[in-house]
């Protein structure tokens, strides 16, 4: 389905606090982190070696990846359980800052500042490669508090203030047999699926602290949440942090 595109245009427990804490020893010394966002479809039949990938890169250190099912190819015949329309109108954001003419599936979005075809391994090991060139703006800590409740510490480093931060909670791994669509008779499988996403603020000083339940809106456990700072909509990503709670 690669090519296909479309024209660009929780309730999750959360609670702000103010923070006036030291920045911790982990954000100062860690290594930069890339953010992998993967725009997908259980619909789409050019999706699943890129869903693969995502799987490979949610295995290396210093990635964070992370699966968005959009919504706009569940008509072909398969309405994809994890689509929301939330995670294309992100995608849409990228679209305009990219400069794209429209949306398209597979697409990976490295460090909010290069998209590039989701199945293409080489664009986006390349793309990867040149965001660990750069240095964090901001320090991101997430830490685990008590079972799924989750503590994340966010403090800016080079003049971040007014960035966004934002919370995605996500499934390590689901496997969907199809009945219907390009992919019948298929069995997917997708990794780091995004359930729940939710922006918790802007980076208003230059430390902030938020509390987190790494839950969805009826209380559905999550495998994991991450924490991303971004500049703008469809910016790049400052600094990010990623926690398992099973």
């Known amino acids: 389905?690669?090519?296909r595109s479309l024209p660009t245009g929780?309730?999750?427990g959360i609670v702000a606090l103010a923070a006036g804490l030291s920045l911790p020893a982990a954000a100062q010394e860690a290594a930069p982190v890339v953010v992998v966002e993967l725009y997908t479809s259980q619909g789409c039949n050019s999706c699943p070696p890129a869903d693969a990938l995502l799987g490979e890169l949610a295995r290396q250190p210093g990635v964070i990846?992370?699966?968005?099912?959009?919504d706009?190819?569940?008509?072909?015949?398969w309405h994809d359980p994890y689509s929301n329309k939330k995670f294309t109108?992100?995608?849409?954001?990228?679209?305009?800052?990219?400069?794209?003419?429209?949306?398209y599936t597979p697409q990976m979005v490295v460090q909010g500042r290069r998209g590039?075809?989701?199945?293409d391994r080489r664009a986006v090991l390349q793309a990867i490669a040149e965001a660990r060139k750069a240095k964090p703006s901001v320090g991101v800590v997430l830490e685990k508090v008590e079972g799924n409740r989750l503590r994340a510490i966010v403090t800016a480093v080079n003049g971040a203030k007014g960035a966004n931060v934002y919370l995605?909670?996500?499934?390590?791994?689901?496997t969907t047999a199809i009945p219907r669509g390009e992919n019948e008779g298929k069995t997917l499988t997708n990794h780091h699926v995004v359930r729940d996403w939710k922006k918790l603020g802007q980076l208003d000083s230059e430390k902030a602290e938020f509390a987190i339940t790494a839950a969805g809106e009826k209380g559905e456990k999550r495998s994991g949440a991450a924490v991303l700072v971004?500049?703008?909509?469809?910016?790049?990503?400052l600094g990010a942090a990623v926690a398992y709670v099973e």
Not at 89 to 103: D, F, H, I
Not at 116 to 119: F, K, N, P
Not at 168 to 174: G, P, S, V
Not at 230 to 237: A, C, E, L, S
């Open 10 to 12: 929780i309730a999750l």
């Open 116 to 119: 590039e075809v989701g199945s």
């Open 230 to 237: 971004q500049h703008g909509k469809g910016g790049p990503i």
């Open 72 to 77: 706009y190819w569940n008509y072909l015949g």
């Open 65 to 70: 990846a992370l699966g968005f099912h959009v």
């Open 168 to 174: 995605a909670l996500f499934d390590r791994r689901h």
């Open 89 to 103: 109108y992100r995608q849409k954001e990228y679209a305009m800052a990219l400069r794209q003419t429209g949306v």
């Open 1 to 3: 389905m690669q090519g």
